[in-house]
Structure formats: C-alpha cells, structure tokens
C-alpha cells in the first residue's frame, strides 16, 4: 500500500543540474529517515545522501559539496537537488524511507522504482 513515486530523471550535460522529487502515499506511522541511493551498471547500490527526522545529513564523499537533501514532512517528500554533475554520477537513483509501520514499533524500509540519471555530451 505504501508507495514512492520518484520523478526528475532523465539527461543532463556535465556540469549542470538536475532535481529529484520522492513522493510517499500510504501509511507509515513513523518516519525516521528518507535518503536516496544509487546504481551504477555492474555496481552495487551505494548511499548518496540521507536526512533523518531530525534533520540530520549525510552525504556521500563523492557527492558532498554538490548535491542537497531535503525533506518536507507536511507532504512526506523526500528531494534530491544534484549540482555539478559529473558523468561518474550516471546512475538509476531510487528513493528510500524508514520508519515504523505501527504503534509497536515494526520496522519497515521501502524502495522507489528507480529513475535513471545520465550525464553525458
């Protein structure tokens, strides 16, 4: 029932800038963290950048200078400005949110369907 739409996708020239947006539907009783990863052709999913409840950030090294999270808690969005862009950056970046499902305190995580960043002449 929870679902994240991701849109913003597509290709950029190196050096510019491209914004992903994360929209959460559903329920989910807490959200503790919303973040964005990424997966390079033969690579494996790597963090990009994270912000949690509180606000707190974490960025890739690779990334860190260039690209900014934020969330907005009265929509559950989750976005992805990407700054600078270099074709090291091409990638398919999906979405994620952790939380609890309910009063209990089940964790749950959820996934995006990923949307394709190409940066490139």
């Known amino acids: 029932q929870v679902q994240l739409v991701e849109s913003g996708g597509g290709s950029v020239q190196p050096g510019g800038s491209q914004k992903l947006s994360c929209l959460v539907s559903g329920s989910i009783f807490v959200i503790n963290s919303m973040g964005w990863y990424r997966q390079a052709p033969g690579q494996e999913r790597e963090l990009v950048a994270v912000?949690?409840?509180?606000?707190?950030?974490n960025y890739a090294d690779s990334v860190k200078g260039r690209f900014s999270i934020s969330r907005d808690d009265a929509t559950n969005a989750v976005d992805l400005q990407m700054n600078s862009l270099k074709p090291e950056d091409t990638a398919v970046y999906y979405c994620?949110?952790?939380?609890?499902?309910?009063?209990?305190?089940?964790?749950?995580?959820?996934w995006g369907q990923g949307t394709q960043v190409t940066v490139s002449l």
């Open positions: 994620n949110v952790r939380g609890y499902s309910d009063y209990k305190g089940s964790a749950v995580q959820y």
């Open positions: 912000i949690t409840s509180s606000g707190t950030t």
